[in-house]
């Protein structure tokens, strides 16, 4: 799928993106791009790392998981259950392996400066949520704490296998995450597989339900991610580098802007469900600044990022 950038009624730039969409069984129905790109995960498996998190023993109420699954967004209330799930455990931000870092969303920052807040901190990252789960199931477990992050250590042993079940890829090589967490890599297909399987499998019901219920603590409802989520009615979650993932009913999406590019991939998964007629009319008039990115020229609105027409493929 090509997105282009329009400003005054002329092509400035263009965007490529792969799309991929799964039935229930798996099986490609729709793509657009390169559907086999490989990538690495990053965040996009974080509702299936908090999985693994809850099976160790974590003991997480909804709006704890929500945050556990989240790339959120820095504001009190996402800081105060990442708190929560540390306090729980027995301990403290100070055992945050995430590095230190402001707000993903600006407006968050912008209220921690406001407040008086002048440093960043570990517990700002925006993987801080996943980070806490996974302190939470080591001391349900007995885990050591320190090496929480090492490839080798238990809880990333049990999400490597669980992401090569849910995708049906070999996960590897894996990599380190922005946050310093061990990332596999695979592709397109295997990722929307997952979310097929985490909109109606019995084992991610408690995952499911988080993101589904709270979609505003998993992203922001400021940012593209969580403007969709909040219409989508089933579990959403992007990844760093331009991904993200959506599943419902056992139908699995996944978006990679080559670019890496957010709001482009997010642009391209809404207009991806546009054209299966997977969203209503009423969500998609909701999501038109999603889907149709504003481009501004002197301060006024003088164009759009948004889809050009090109062949889909079906199998």
């Known amino acids: ?43 996009a ?37 990442v708190q929560s799930v540390l306090r729980g455990a027995g301990l ?17 920052k912008d209220f921690l400066i406001a407040a008086g807040h002048r440093r960043m901190r570990r517990l700002y990252h925006n993987c801080s949520g996943k980070h806490s789960g996974w ?6 477990q007995g885990w050591p704490l320190d090496s929480y992050l090492d490839p080798d250590h238990p809880i990333q042993q049990r999400v490597l296998t669980l992401i090569e079940d849910v995708t049906g890829v070999e996960p590897s090589p894996i990599g380190v995450d922005g946050c310093g967490a061990p990332t596999p890599r ?6 929307a597989r997952a979310f097929g399987k985490l909109s109606v499998g019995e084992r991610f019901t408690r995952a499911r339900s988080a993101t589904q219920r709270f979609p505003a603590l998993v992203a922001s409802n400021t940012l593209p991610d969580g403007q969709f989520a909040a ?24 978006a990679k802007s080559h670019e890496g590019s957010m709001p482009i991939a997010v642009a391209a998964i809404v207009e991806a ?5 997977l969203i209503s009319d009423i969500a998609n008039e909701a999501l038109i600044d999603v889907a149709r ?12 990022v948004e889809p050009l027409l090109d062949r889909v493929s079906a199998s």
């Open 1 to 43: 799928m090509r997105l282009a950038t329009i400003r005054s009624n002329e092509i400035e730039s263009t965007h490529d993106v792969s799309v991929v969409a799964v039935d229930e069984k798996g099986h490609v129905v729709r793509s657009w791009g390169e559907p086999d790109i490989h990538f690495y995960y990053r965040s």
């Open 45 to 81: 498996i974080k509702p299936f790392q908090a999985t693994v998190t809850l099976e160790a023993g974590a003991s997480l109420t909804p709006e704890e998981l929500a945050v556990v699954c989240a790339s959120h967004g820095g504001y009190p209330i996402h800081l105060g259950l």
């Open 92 to 108: 403290d931000d100070t055992s945050l392996q995430s590095p230190h870092a402001w707000p993903r969303d600006p407006a968050a």
């Open 135 to 140: 302190l939470a199931a080591c001391a349900a």
């Open 186 to 191: 695979g592709n397109l297909i295997g990722l």
């Open 231 to 254: 219409w989508w009615g089933g579990p959403v979650k992007v990844g760093a580098q331009g991904l993200i993932a959506a599943g419902r009913h056992g139908v699995g999406l996944a």
């Open 273 to 277: 469900v546009r054209r299966l007629g």
């Open 293 to 304: 990115i504003p481009v501004f020229g002197g301060g006024r609105r003088v164009g759009t």
